[in-house]
C-alpha cells in the first residue's frame, strides 16, 4: 500500500469523508506503524498459512479470504458509494453457479470459467443494475432484494441446469498437475494448492479494487455518496458511475462466488437467499464500511468469532445479532473506526 | 380444466392472499409512517404462531382454548413491538436506512434463535377449532370453514383499517404524522406516541396472523424469513404505505401464485419475484401508493 496524502475530492467535502484518517493509520502518515507494509505481511502471512496452520486454519483462513473479497465488492456500493445494495449475494450466486455449472457440467478448466464467473456476474449486474439505479434509498434496496430472489428462484427450481434444492454438489477442483515438480508447492494436498490460487487471486482482486477506489474514478463515487445533486451540478453522470460502480462489485463478487463454489466444494440455491445478503452487510458494517480494509477485517472478525462461539453453542444468530445491536448503538464506525477514534484521542492527549 | 378446478385454485389463492394481507398491513402500515422497512415484522409473525401454540397448550389443548391463544399471542407481540419500539427504534428515526434495515435484521437474528431456544426446532401444530373443523361444497369444490373464515377476516380487518384511518380523529393524526411530521409535533401532538401506537398494531396484527396461520401450517424455525420476503413483495406490489394497496397487492400476489403454478409449473415463485421487480421498475411508488 502506498502512502496516501489524501485531499479528498475537489468538491469541498473532505470534512464529510472520514477516509482520511483511516489512511494516515493504516497507510502512510509519519508514525512507525504506518510504515510497515501491513498488507505485505497480511498477504506471506495469508501464504504460508498451509504449512504452519494444519488443515482447519487452513480452512478458516479461506473463508476469510473469500468473505473478505465479497466484503470489499459490496463496500464499493456501501461505503463507496453510497449504495444499500440488499441483493449483493445475487452477483456472488451467478458467479458460483456460472463457474460450477462449466467445471461441472461442461469441464470446462478453471482458468476458463474463472474470468466466465465475473463474466456473467458482470452482465447480470449491467441488467439489474440499469434499473436499480433509477430509485434511490429504500427503493432501491427493495429492487435489488427483488433480483437477488429472482436469482434464488431460478437456483432453487430449475433443477435441469442448477441442480434445484439437491444444488451442485462435487465441483472438481482445478487440476495442479503442472506444480507437481515445482518444489515446495508439489507436495501440498489439492485443497492446500487451491487454497494458495485463492489468496492469489483475492490479493489481485484486492489490489486492483483497491486502485479503482482510490483513483479519479473512485473519487467522483464518493462525491456521488456524499452529495449526488451536487455531483451532478458540476456535470458528473451520477447514474452511469453509480451503475459503473454496480457492475465493478458485482463482478467482484462473482469472483468471489467462484472461488467459494470450489473452496466448498458446491454450489447451493441456500447460497443466494436473501439473508446471506445481510450477512455480508453485517461483516462490512462490523469493520467500518468507511475504510478500505474494514471489511476484510469484519471477515477476518465474524469468521473468528463465529468458530470460537459455535464450540460453545449453536445459537450463533443470536450472538450475530446480540454484535450487530452492539455495532448499530455502540460503535456505528466498526472495529476500525472506533480504533481510529481512540487514536486520535492518544494522539491529543499526547500533543496536549 | 373444470371449472369447479379453476374455482378451487381460485380460491386457494385467495386465501394465501388474505392471510398475506393480515401481515403485510401491518408491515405497511409502519412503512407508511415512518419509512421504515421492517425485516422483524415475519419474527413477530413467527412469534405469534409460538405463542398461540402455547396458548393452546396453557388454555385447553382441543376445544375453544384456540380463540383466547389467538388473542393473548396477538397481545403478547403488541407489547413486544411496544418494547423494541420504546427502547430502540426511538433513536433510529432520523439516522440513516442503512442502520435501520440492520437494526431490524439483528431482531430477526435474535427472536429466530430465541424462539428455538424457548420452543425447540420440531414442528409444532395447533388444531383447528372445532367450530370451524367443516368443510362446505361451493360450486362442486370441497372449501374448509376455517379458509373461509380466513377470507373473511382479512377484507374485514381492511374496512377496519381504512375506516379508523380515514373516519377518526386518531386517523388523521396519523395520516399528518404520515405527511409532514415535524409539523405535527409543533402543532403540539404527540407524534412519539403516535409512533408507538402504530408500531404496537403493527406488531399486534403479525402476531395475530401467526396465530391464525397456524391451524394450517406447522409451525417451524425458519417461517420469519421465509414470510417477510412474501409480505415484502405484497407490498412492493399494491404500494409502500397504502392500505388498500396492500390489500389489492395481496389479491394479485395470491392468484398469480395460484395460477401461475398451473401454467409454468416450477416458476410460480420465480414469476412473484419477477412481479416485484417489474413494479418496482415501472411504478416504484406501487399501484395504489403516491410517488414520495
Known amino acids: ?352 | 380444466m373444470a371449472p369447479s378446478f379453476l374455482f378451487s385454485q381460485f380460491m386457494g389463492g385467495l386465501t394465501t392472499a388474505m392471510f398475506l394481507f393480515l401481515i403485510a398491513s401491518g408491515l405497511s402500515l409502519v412503512f407508511g409512517i415512518m419509512r421504515v422497512i421492517n425485516f422483524a415484522h415475519g419474527s413477530f409473525y413467527m412469534l405469534g404462531a409460538y405463542l398461540a401454540w402455547q396458548g393452546v397448550q396453557w388454555f385447553h389443548p382441543t376445544g375453544p382454548g384456540f380463540w383466547a391463544a389467538s388473542l393473548f399471542a396477538a397481545c403478547g407481540v403488541g407489547v413486544l413491538g411496544a418494547v423494541v419500539e420504546r427502547l430502540f427504534f426511538r433513536s433510529l428515526y432520523g439516522r440513516e436506512e442503512l442502520y435501520q434495515l440492520l437494526f431490524t435484521y439483528a431482531l430477526v437474528l435474535i427472536l429466530g434463535d430465541a424462539a428455538k431456544f424457548l420452543w425447540g426446532t420440531d414442528q409444532l401444530s395447533v388444531s383447528t377449532p372445532p367450530v370451524l373443523a367443516g368443510s362446505v361444497q361451493i360450486f362442486g369444490s370441497t372449501q374448509p370453514l376455517y379458509n373461509l373464515f380466513i377470507m373473511a377476516i382479512g377484507p374485514l380487518i381492511a374496512f377496519l383499517g381504512w375506516l379508523v384511518l380515514n373516519r377518526s380523529g386518531v386517523g388523521r393524526m396519523v395520516r399528518a404524522a404520515q405527511m409532514d411530521r415535524e409539523m405535527l409535533d409543533a402543532l403540539g401532538a404527540n407524534v412519539g406516541t403516535i409512533y408507538t401506537g402504530m408500531f404496537v398494531f403493527s406488531s399486534f396484527l403479525a402476531g395475530l396472523s401467526g396465530a391464525l396461520v397456524t391451524p394450517i401450517q406447522s409451525i417451524v424455525p425458519g417461517m420469519d424469513v421465509l414470510i417477510i420476503v412474501q409480505a415484502f413483495i405484497v407490498v412492493v406490489i399494491g404500494g409502500m404505505g397504502s392500505f388498500w394497496g396492500t390489500f389489492w397487492g395481496s389479491v394479485i400476489y395470491g392468484e398469480v401464485l395460484s395460477f401461475g403454478i398451473l401454467i409454468f409449473p416450477g416458476f410460480s415463485l420465480f414469476s412473484v419475484f419477477a412481479l416485484m421487480a417489474v413494479i418496482l421498475i415501472v411504478r416504484p411508488w406501487g399501484l395504489f401508493g403516491r410517488p414520495l
Open chain 1, 1 to 352: 500500500m502506498t502512502s496516501e496524502t489524501t485531499t479528498t475530492t475537489t468538491t469541498g467535502v473532505a470534512e464529510a469523508t472520514p477516509a482520511a484518517p483511516a489512511s494516515q493509520m493504516i497507510g502512510g502518515g509519519s508514525s512507525v506503524i504506518g510504515r510497515i507494509p501491513w498488507t505485505l505481511i497480511v498477504f506471506l502471512v495469508a501464504c504460508s498459512v498451509p504449512w504452519i496452520g494444519g488443515r482447519y486454519n487452513t480452512f478458516l483462513a479461506e473463508q476469510i479470504a473469500i468473505d473478505a473479497l465479497f466484503a470489499v465488492s459490496l463496500n464499493l456500493l456501501l461505503g463507496t458509494t453510497g449504495l444499500v445494495s440488499f441483493g449483493h449475494v445475487a452477483y456472488f450466486g451467478v458467479g458460483a453457479y456460472v463457474c460450477g455449472i462449466l467445471m461441472k457440467t461442461y469441464n470446462v478448466p478453471f482458468i476458463l470459467a474463472f474470468p466466465a464467473a465475473g463474466l456473467g456476474a458482470a452482465l447480470f449486474a449491467l441488467v439489474s443494475g440499469y434499473f436499480c439505479v433509477r430509485l434511490i434509498k429504500l427503493y432501491f434496496a427493495m429492487l435489488t432484494l427483488a433480483f437477488s430472489q429472482i436469482i434464488w428462484a431460478i437456483a432453487y427450481k430449475w433443477n435441469d441446469v442448477t441442480g434445484g434444492d439437491q444444488g451442485l454438489p462435487e465441483i472438481p477442483f482445478p487440476s495442479f498437475d503442472w506444480l507437481n515438480h515445482v518444489p515446495w508447492l508439489g507436495d501440498l494436498k489439492t485443497s492446500d494448492q487451491f487454497y494458495l490460487l485463492t489468496v492469489l487471486l483475492i490479493a489481485i482482486s484486492l489490489a486492483i479494487i483497491h486502485r479503482i477506489v482510490r483513483s479519479p474514478f473512485g473519487r467522483v463515487l464518493t462525491t456521488i455518496r456524499d452529495n449526488p445533486e451536487r455531483a451532478a451540478f458540476i456535470g458528473v453522470n451520477v447514474k452511469l458511475y453509480q451503475l459503473a460502480a454496480f457492475v465493478v462489485a458485482g463482478t467482484f463478487a462473482g469472483f468471489a462466488g467462484a472461488l467459494y463454489g470450489l473452496f466448498s466444494r458446491g454450489v447451493f440455491a441456500d447460497y443466494v437467499f436473501w439473508s446471506k445478503s445481510a450477512e455480508v452487510m453485517i461483516m462490512t458494517i462490523l469493520g467500518g464500511m468507511d475504510y478500505f480494509w474494514g471489511p476484510p477485517i469484519g471477515a477476518f472478525a465474524l469468521v473468528w468469532l463465529n468458530q470460537e462461539i459455535t464450540d460453545y453453542t449453536q445459537y450463533w444468530p443470536f450472538f450475530l445479532g446480540a454484535i450487530l445491536l452492539v455495532l448499530l448503538f455502540g460503535f456505528p464506525g466498526g472495529i476500525l473506526g472506533g480504533v481510529d477514534m481512540l487514536w486520535q484521542r492518544l494522539r491529543r492527549a499526547r500533543r496536549a
